[in-house]
């Protein structure tokens, strides 16, 4: 990945709200939707009118960016925190239990443990195949489309613009957000995923100017941003929401997302440290600045209070040896290359020469989609090949996997991947419009299902690999996730030199289907409730063995929407 990349990272972790500015100042005319963004100084009405305030049980949710649920439960534990502490009450000799809180333990993010299809997944209560948003990037083959609303290989940011400017991931989208399920008036702050709220807000957009023009000068280097760039984003998100709730009231369902301490961690130089003290430093404050804005209300005793976050991190070394990029003779396209396949320009949209391509890469830190056409509608040069229908198994699909398997072996035709990758998947290929099927695991001599492949190759590490794999390959947008997947060899059960990921330069990364990256957050407090009584009722509703997708039949539970449209 280029390093301008990062600067695309950056912006869609500001979600759009630097990036306005930055692409008003820098690209000259701005689309009419950015300058009405821009004008508009911290808020957007998105439903007019807005609907009236119900009272009564409210949800206020704390999305943070990045912070599994063992970062969450050290920073309280220890003292940290200390306005999230006084919220939660006491502790007791329960670790996931205090005097009015709960603390579920073992919540799994979704596959890949990525941003947006995290937080679609969040949102919404359905898997990726469902979504129809796979990663932080994908290809759809249906409408030979690249989407990157947070580019990795692409250095074009478009589509991040977009995530505020047109509500972009409300347009792409599949299925009802939890907004739209509660017929409740809904404020977000900053979260991409806001279809069917009343209100966002966010940040005035001049203020982060200066943060993407520092971006520009590199990645991972003695110019990188430090923490306060990122706190200035968190810190002015809240003020900006403050200053709705102060002039429209407290709303009945309301997100709260903070983006910095994410980007922070991909940068910062001892990353689970690090992240530490900015929880402790930026996100307890800010924390405790809209709780007692709830108490101003006289609203915080009837709020039910949660902290939820889309995956955590994993530190990596930041070098071209544990990087792999999407250019250049030694990453992974090259095995494509090699293979015969003419691979995708790294452009959202090719040039008429470049119409011919065969393959395609989407980029999900620990995980890579790889994306085939069906050769035979293009052998030759010049010729478009038809996206429509899918690859075939023995004369398009196994040639590369076995390409990959062969490069991961002994380094054939890439020796720069060698033992770079964990494990090769891929499945009997279907065209768009059915259901796509679930990955299987290239064993070195044939794809067998991956429940056999378990039996015989025992890997705990691999959190609930088989339903969380199946929740991001089978369903109707399934095929989004490509036709052969590559995890990368990561995880703490490795040594850091041990550690690979498909990206640019970063100190940490995510995406894996291990513990760091996959166990989340979802702690649930109330004010003159106690801990017990809110253990039970979480547990009522999320079930034994709780996932991503429990959150928003957790939030409506709560609210007493019962998943009213």
């Known amino acids: 990945m280029k390093r301008s990349a990062w600067i695309t990272l950056a912006v869609v972790a500001l979600l759009g709200a630097a990036g306005v500015v930055w692409y008003y100042e820098i690209e000259g005319d701005a689309p009419r939707e950015m300058v009405e963004l821009v004008a508009e100084g911290g808020e957007k009405v998105l439903r007019d009118p807005m609907r009236p305030a119900r009272g009564g049980s409210r949800v206020l949710v704390f999305a943070l960016d990045g912070v599994g649920e063992g970062a969450l439960r050290t920073a309280v534990s220890t003292g940290r925190m200390p306005r999230v502490a006084a919220l939660l009450g006491r502790p007791t000799p329960d670790s996931s ?4 809180a709960w603390m579920q333990p073992g919540v799994l993010s979704v596959l890949p443990s990525t941003t947006f299809a995290a937080w679609a997944s969040l949102f919404t209560g359905q898997p990726p195949a469902y979504t129809g948003v796979p990663g932080n990037e994908w290809f759809a083959r249906e409408e030979r489309r690249f989407y990157a609303p947070a580019p990795v290989t692409m250095t074009e940011h478009e589509h991040a613009l977009k995530v505020f400017t047109d509500q972009y991931m409300g347009q792409v989208l599949r299925g009802p957000t939890v907004y739209e399920r509660a017929g409740v008036r809904s404020y977000v702050s900053l979260q991409a995923f806001h279809r069917g709220a009343d209100l966002l807000t966010m940040p005035e957009p001049r203020a982060y100017t200066r943060l993407i023009t520092e971006a520009a000068e590199g990645l991972v280097s003695d110019e990188t941003p430090g923490q306060e760039a990122y706190e200035e984003l968190d810190v002015t998100a809240v003020e900006s929401l403050l200053k709705s709730v102060g002039h429209r009231g407290v709303a009945d369902l309301q997100v709260i997302y903070f983006p910095g301490v994410d980007l922070y961690t991909h940068v910062a130089r001892n990353p689970l440290v690090d992240q530490l003290r900015y929880l402790a430093q930026v996100v307890d404050a ?60 790294l452009r959202l949209n090719p040039h008429p020469d470049e119409e011919d391509y065969q393959a395609t890469v989407a980029y999900q830190g620990a995980f890579a989609y790889v994306y085939l056409a069906d050769r035979s509608t293009c052998a030759e040069r010049r010729t478009r090949c038809d996206w429509k229908r899918a690859p075939r198994l023995d004369q398009d699909v196994l040639p590369v996997v076995r390409a990959f398997d062969a490069a991961n072996r002994t380094g054939a035709g890439v020796p720069g991947l060698r033992g770079t990758l964990d494990l090769v998947f891929a499945r009997q290929p279907r065209a768009p419009g059915q259901d796509a099927l679930p990955f299987q695991v290239w064993d070195g001599t044939k794809l067998v299902p991956i429940r056999e492949y378990l039996a015989a190759h025992p890997r705990p590490e691999l959190l609930d690999l088989e339903q969380r794999l199946h929740g991001l390959a089978a369903g109707p947008y399934g095929h989004r996730a490509g036709d052969v997947l590559l995890l990368a060899r990561t995880g703490m059960h490795h040594p850091i030199a041990d550690r690979y990921y498909f990206s640019g330069h970063y100190q940490s990364w995510h995406g894996s289907p291990t513990a760091q990256d996959s166990e989340i957050p979802l702690l649930v407090a109330r004010a003159n409730t106690s801990g017990t009584a809110i253990r039970d009722r979480v547990r009522r509703t999320v079930g034994p063995n709780p996932t991503q997708l429990s959150i928003t039949p957790l939030i409506l539970d709560l609210l007493g929407s019962g998943g009213a449209r």
């Open 286 to 345: 800010r924390v405790g600045e809209v709780l007692e804005a709830y108490r101003r209300a006289g609203a915080l005793d009837s709020t039910w209070v949660m902290f939820v976050a889309d995956h955590g991190h994993t530190p990596v070394l930041a070098d071209d040896r544990h990087s792999l990029g999407a250019e250049g003779e030694d990453e992974p396209p090259q095995v494509l290359r090699n293979a015969g396949f003419r691979v995708r320009a």
């Open 97 to 100: 239990t205090w005097e009015h």
